[in-house]
């Protein structure tokens, strides 16, 4: 099976710019999460979808936002760039306890 | 409210000892534990797990120890590989509530 695919792997925006990061899961897969890292930070979880329904929300502002389609390939939304969106933004898709991750987009705000 | 927590941010081991990474939760009705490892610029990619009935489960290098009554589990390296410094996450699913939460993370470095 193929892995989980992310698109694109770097992306430089500036402020105030909107940015769509895509995700394709695992076939079969029907839940995708999306992850941020920052530099020297963990993993803090965004949302997750499941059967293009939004399930679980993360504590980030409005401006970030998802959505899943009918193939279960999801796409994540940021507008009005600060500079402190810049991250690693991961998906993952799930079954049952186990995450498989993608190899992320890079995102720097500039 | 950190559910998942690993308290240690950075360890640091000679090549050949051993590496002991160390996790604690607070939620006991946790289904599974999972570790992941993390390159990098990278997404995490999972090494091992157990289940909450087990006390221990072991694949090649790495073993995972489960302490329900301390609500503590442990991930073992033997050897350590320099291949192995990454940063290492702890995470936790509960079935009811279909959800991994994770710990944040702590960074091995494995010195030749």
């Known amino acids: 099976k193929a892995g989980v695919t992310q698109t694109p792997r770097y992306l430089i925006k500036t402020r105030g710019q909107q940015v769509t990061l895509s995700c394709s899961p695992i076939?079969?897969?029907?839940?995708v999460s999306w992850y941020q890292q920052t530099p020297g930070q963990g993993l803090q979880f965004l949302f997750e979808?499941?059967?293009?329904?939004?399930?679980n929300k993360g504590n980030f502002p409005g401006r970030f936002s998802g959505r899943q389609f009918s193939n279960s390939r999801s796409e994540m939304n940021v507008s009005t760039l600060e500079l402190g969106d810049s991250a690693l933004y991961l998906c993952?898709?799930?079954?049952?306890?186990?995450?498989?991750f993608g190899s992320g987009t890079q995102l720097s705000v500039l | 409210d950190q559910q998942v927590k690993q308290n240690s941010p950075s360890l640091s081991v000679q090549e050949g000892r051993i590496s002991i990474l160390n996790c604690d939760y607070t939620?006991?009705?946790?289904?599974?534990f999972l570790w992941y490892k993390k390159y990098p610029a990278e997404g995490p990619t999972f090494l091992i797990s157990i289940s909450s009935i087990k006390d221990k489960n072991e694949d090649g290098r790495f073993t995972v120890f489960l302490n329900k009554s301390a609500k503590h589990l442990s991930l073992h390296i033997v050897p350590s590989q320099p291949g192995d410094s990454a940063v290492y996450f702890c995470a936790a699913f509960q079935f009811s509530y279909d959800k991994v939460i994770f710990g944040p993370g702590t960074s091995l470095s494995v010195i030749p």
């Open positions: 076939s079969g897969h029907r839940s």
């Open positions: 979808y499941f059967s293009e329904t939004q399930r």
């Open positions: 939620n006991s009705m946790f289904d599974y």
């Open positions: 993952a898709s799930r079954e049952n306890e186990k995450l498989f």
